[in-house]
């Protein structure tokens, strides 16, 4: 493909003027942006804790650790999901020393997202997906790669974190539903420490249990932090009451965010590592009751979504990890660059790959591009269902074929200052922020588009789900720096 030309000279300011109609809150006195060392902070600090039941009996020990997508350290993800399921082995090699196994890097990791933009004052959409590299449907088969995330929108930022600012909604993935909760919800409940503030989520194990929560779908605990301590200080039974659901549901491992130092004092959380390997695998199945002490207590690190987008492009090797039979493009401002500054992936009209690739060929879903909620056009639901199904993908269309407005009467091309876009192609920066209120109406939904210019520095923006903020650590242990 021939890139489009980027948008430059009296465009810009055409732009920046479209912004002032159709944003006016946006001020120039107001604008203003976080730096980089204050953007990998937020993240850290409303990194989630998780809490997993676990389906590992029967010597599937390891299967419900989170990972990252280069576990095995081949450079290729198309056999992740066939061996991941040699994690067994790997636990068991580890008890005896040195093996095949021992050069694997499991380091359990949450891949994020940060974007930036002013709106009567500072806000962020924070996002949080966790990987597992391999899922079992309600139908009974495998599929490579979990899909499911965490998004929080975080109001009033005035610096660093803790310093006034507030969670306005949060959003889980549950299959393909995106179940909200606002602001005063019981359903928010936060672990609060000196350096965080963790909002508590329960996550199913990956086997199917039809009609009761499974899949790795993620729910909101519905119980403050405090039954948690007073459960582990006294030995107690293991377990969380959700949203959406009577009775607590099981809980056999917590994952912990290892930047913060007081959380990971607080479980006394370790790294998985090869010399940890067995000890920190749990052996419950979904059906069993744990008590605090058998809990297995597993610290996570924080990577970046942009870090995977450029497997998936066109010209980056996408063959190796992703099939052609789905696609989508994007016409790019900048490139994706790494942490070092260099470009992966060059500015212009560009394509990218995003269909599974799996060697054993028993799974066929989408990647990162083709997630709605990369984009913000997702359905938001007050309700889950043990069933699954949901996300109606209508509202998705419709902004791709800018056939519907936002809230305040723009569409995804009008906002963007784009026409061209229109079933063409989507703009690197096109991105619908939701209000958190939900719409009954099919194919509508309460927020706006983020217009013109917003994500340049002299606007306070910052479009962080295409720059990798995160050390990459190749090679390293999780927890060793």
Known sequence: MNPLPKRVGPFVVLAVMLTGLCWPA?????????????????????????????NANDGRHGYDWLTNFDFDQDGDFSNNKLHWKQIPQYVDASRAGPSAFDRWRIRPTLYTSLIEYMDGGKNLILVYHLYHALDKNAAGD?????????????????????????????????????????????????????????????????????????????????????????????????????NNDDGRKKLHIAFVPEDDAAAVAAFNAQPVRYATADALATRYDNGSTANWPAVKRVTYELQDIADILPTHWEQG??????????????????????????????????RF?????????????????????????????????????????????????STVVDSRGQTRASASGYAASTNAYWWQHDYFVHTGVTDSSDGVEQGFWLPGAWYLPANGGFDGRWVQLFDDRPGVESGVR
């Open 26 to 54: 946006l001020a120039a006195a107001q604008s203003w942006s976080l730096t980089k060392e204050q953007r990998q902070a937020f993240l850290r600090y409303y990194a989630p804790l998780i809490f997993k039941r676990a």
């Open 317 to 350: 090797g996408y063959a190796t990890h992703w099939l052609p039979s789905a696609s989508e493009t994007f016409l790019l401002e900048s490139p994706i660059v790494n942490e070092a500054g260099q470009a992966e992936v060059g500015p212009g009209l560009q």
């Open 142 to 242: 495998y599929q490579l790669h979990d899909w499911e995330r965490v998004e929080l929108q975080v109001k009033n930022v005035v610096g660093n974190p803790g310093s006034g600012e507030s969670v306005a909604y949060a959003v889980v993935t549950q299959h393909k539903r995106n179940v909200v909760r606002r602001q005063g919800s019981t359903d928010l409940q936060f672990m609060q420490t000196g350096t965080g503030s963790h909002l508590l989520i329960w996550q199913a194990e990956w086997s199917d249990k039809l009609l009761a929560a499974h899949g790795q779908e993620l729910r909101f605990v519905t119980e403050p932090y405090s039954f948690f301590a007073g459960r582990m200080a006294t030995g107690g039974k293991a377990e969380a009451d959700v």
């Open 353 to 401: 790959f995003t269909k599974t690739r799996d060697i054993e060929n028993e799974d066929d879903r989408e990647g990162y591009p083709s997630k709605k909620w990369f984009f913000g056009t997702f359905e938001l639901n007050d309700k889950a269902s043990d069933t699954g199904g949901g996300g109606s993908s209508v509202f998705h269309d419709r902004s791709w074929s």
